[in-house]
C-alpha cells in the first residue's frame, strides 16, 4: 500500500508571494492533518481534515489555510509569505479520526 | 490541555548498550500515546503507540514502552542499541476525544557510538 505522498519536496519562495502544498494520504484514509516543524518551535499542528471538514485548527495566523477533497487529498496555501515560513511542512494521515497517524516525507519550504 | 516532555534533548550511547528516552505527560482525558522516529531529512515514523490496552507496548525494531499513569510516563526502551537508531525521537500525545490533535515533545536526538 503506497504511503503519504506529499508534493513538492522542496521549494523555494521570495517573501510576499503564496505557495501551495499537496497531500495525498493513505488510500482508504479520510483524515488528514497538518504539521509545521522548525528548528526553534519543533512540531507544530496546523490543521486536521476528516471528510472535507476542517475539524481542528492549530494557533496560526489566518495565512495559512487549507482543505480537503472528496479523494480526501489535502492541500494547504500559505500566503504573503515571511520568512519566518521557513519550515518543514508535514501531512499525516489517518484512517479515521483519533487513530494513529502515518506521516509523509514533508515539504522543505524555503523563503528568502 | 495535553502536553508532552521529553526529558533528556540529548541522549548517548554506545552501540550494544540499552537505551532510555523518557518521556512524561499530561492530559485533561484519557490519552493515547505515540512514539515517533525521524531520521535525517526524512519523515516520521511511527515505533509504537498505547490506546488504552496492555500497557507495556512493542514496537518495531525491538523498541518498547511502558505506560504508567501513576507516573504519567511513557518511556521508550531498547535493550541492545544499533547504529541505525541513530535518529531523533518525539514522544506524542493525543487526548481520546474526537477532534484533537497531536501534541509533540521537543524531540531527543539519540546518537549511537561504535
Known amino acids: 500500500k503506497a504511503g503519504v505522498t506529499q508534493t513538492p519536496r522542496y521549494l523555494i519562495k521570495t517573501r510576499g508571494q503564496q505557495v501551495t502544498l499537496s497531500c495525498s494520504p493513505i488510500?482508504?484514509?479520510?483524515?488528514v492533518s497538518w504539521y509545521q516543524q522548525t528548528p526553534g518551535q519543533g512540531l507544530q499542528f496546523l490543521f486536521e481534515?476528516?471528510?472535507?471538514?476542517?475539524?481542528n485548527k492549530g494557533n496560526f495566523p489566518g495565512r495559512f489555510s487549507g482543505r480537503q477533497f472528496s479523494n480526501s487529498r489535502s492541500e494547504m496555501n500559505v500566503s504573503t509569505l515571511e520568512l519566518g515560513d521557513s519550515a518543514l511542512y508535514l501531512c499525516?494521515?489517518?484512517?479515521?479520526?483519533?487513530?494513529?497517524?502515518?506521516f509523509g516525507q514533508g515539504t522543505r519550504l524555503t523563503v528568502v | 490541555a495535553q502536553s508532552v516532555t521529553q526529558l533528556d534533548s540529548h541522549v548517548s550511547v554506545s552501540e550494544g548498550t540499552p537505551v532510555l528516552l523518557r518521556c512524561n505527560y499530561s492530559?485533561?482525558?484519557?490519552?493515547?500515546l505515540f512514539w515517533y522516529v525521524q531520521h535525517p531529512n526524512k519523515g516520521l515514523q511511527l515505533l509504537l503507540k498505547?490506546?488504552?490496552?496492555?500497557?507495556l507496548v512493542k514496537g518495531i525494531n525491538g523498541f518498547e514502552a511502558e505506560f504508567k499513569k501513576s507516573e504519567t510516563s511513557f518511556h521508550l526502551t531498547k535493550p541492545s542499541a544499533h547504529m541505525s537508531d541513530a535518529a531523533e525521537y518525539f514522544c506524542?500525545?493525543?487526548?481520546?476525544?474526537?477532534?484533537?490533535?497531536?501534541?509533540f515533545g521537543k524531540g531527543t536526538t539519540l546518537s549511537v557510538s561504535s
Open positions: 506524542v500525545v493525543r487526548a481520546n476525544q474526537a477532534g484533537t490533535a497531536l501534541i
Open positions: 492530559s485533561s482525558y484519557s490519552p493515547s
Open positions: 498505547y490506546t488504552s490496552a496492555a500497557t
Open positions: 481534515y476528516f471528510s472535507e471538514t476542517q475539524r
Open positions: 488510500s482508504g484514509h479520510r483524515s
Open positions: 499525516a494521515s489517518s484512517a479515521i479520526e483519533n487513530t494513529e497517524a502515518f
